[in-house]
Nanobody, 116 residues
Framework: QVQLVESGGGLVQAGESLRLSCAAS????????MGWYRQAPGKQRELVAG??????SYADSVKGRFTISRDNAKSTFYLQMNSLKPEDTGVYYC???????????WGQGTQVTIST
């Protein structure tokens, strides 16, 4: 099993930045894909940023503002979020695909709230 612990959410004003972290209980070298998802109130969960095989991809709504990265030594994945907007508000989840079980695992989610 993979345990994912997320942190870094909070309440900030529009235009500010946050960095989310997702710490995995297994080596990041055994994770071949990961993604950051967002679920706004009353909406479905959506993929905002992901990486597979080292190639990042971003939803159009966050391109140029969000950056996904990883620290293999810490088995931790990050989502740097700049120029935040009120519509970025939601619960952010990390998801990883672990090659050992060929399954996906989810973090517990972290709340991000952007005020005007």
């Amino acid at each position: 099993q993979v345990q994912l612990v997320e942190s870094g959410g909070g309440l900030v004003q529009a235009g500010e930045s946050l960095r989310l972290s997702c710490a995995a209980s297994v080596s990041s070298f055994s994770i071949n894909a990961m993604g950051w998802y967002r679920q706004a109130p009353g909406k479905q969960r959506e993929l905002v940023a992901g990486t597979s095989g080292g190639n990042p991809s971003y939803a159009d709504s966050v391109k140029g503002r969000f950056t996904i990265s990883r620290d293999n030594a810490k088995s931790t994945f990050y989502l740097q979020m700049n120029s935040l907007k009120p519509e970025d508000t939601g619960v952010y989840y990390c998801n990883v695909h672990w090659v050992v079980t060929n399954r996906d695992y989810w973090g517990q989610g972290t709340q991000v709230t952007i005020s005007t």
